[in-house]
């Protein structure tokens, strides 16, 4: 079964710095996406970046990038020019193009200091 | 408020029994998803529908059942429940079809309790 795991249960950034939050998953299968949700306290789970796994270049939306090693199953976000928005809950997640199961990671929650 | 409502908020029943969630996505979203959440386990996926037919299922055990009706709204129904079945279940909508290719609303939970 796929699993995903988040080591850093808690980060803190200074605002404007770079932060780097972990991610690693277990699995068999070669076709499958990842995902990095932000989860703030209105629990909406908002979608930050997405990662499909037959492309090898690093998937970038603004001021949020990964770096995506898949023979080391290791996808991690990197958030530059930290925001106060940024604070937040951040789950990795990993959904498999066979059956649609969407494994979430336990969390990391991220503290941006002003 | 992320327009998602569930309910009821709490619920408290004992080993053995069925109960029924209840979900409301938010206006104009097709796709309702099911989550449970525990300390042990962390967020769980456990099933998606769309537009009334199921989508994709995850870690949803064979006691537990879901549905969407025709006015989007959907039903988890959990059976012969058991201690570890105690945890907070999330209903979540999005837009689209496609699971994680959209932002998901989560709904405030409910809260289950099996003693």
């Known amino acids: 079964a796929q699993t995903v795991t988040q080591s850093q249960p808690e980060m803190s950034v200074q605002e404007a710095e770079t932060v780097t939050l972990s991610c690693t998953y277990d699995?068999?299968?070669?076709?499958?996406?990842l995902f990095w949700y932000k989860q703030p306290p209105s629990r909406q789970m908002i979608l930050v970046i997405r990662?499909?796994?037959?492309?090898?270049q690093n998937a970038t939306e603004n001021r949020f990038s990964v770096n995506f090693q898949k023979a080391a199953k290791s996808f991690s976000l990197k958030i530059s020019d930290s925001q106060l928005g940024d604070a937040a809950m951040y789950f990795c997640a990993y959904r498999s193009n066979n059956n649609n199961d969407m494994r979430f990671g336990a969390g990391t929650r991220l503290t941006v200091k002003p | 408020d992320s327009g998602v409502t569930q309910t009821p908020k709490h619920l408290i029943t004992a080993t053995g029994q069925r109960v029924t969630l209840r979900c409301s996505p938010r206006?104009?979203?097709?796709?309702v998803y099911w989550y449970q959440q525990s300390l042990d386990q962390g967020l769980q996926f456990l099933i998606q529908?769309?537009?009334?037919?199921?989508?994709a299922k995850g870690n949803i055990l064979e006691r537990f059942s879901a549905q969407q009706f025709p006015d989007l709204h959907s039903e988890l129904n959990l059976s012969s429940l058991e201690l570890g079945d105690s945890a907070l279940y999330f209903c979540?909508?999005?837009?689209?079809?496609?699971?994680?290719?959209?932002?998901?609303?989560f709904g405030p939970g409910t809260r289950l309790t099996v003693l």
């Open positions: 206006s104009g979203d097709l796709s």
């Open positions: 979540a909508s999005s837009v689209g079809r496609e699971q994680g290719a959209y932002t998901q609303y």
């Open positions: 699995t068999s299968e070669s076709d499958y996406y």
């Open positions: 990662q499909e796994a037959y492309k090898q």
């Open positions: 529908y769309y537009n009334g037919e199921e989508r």
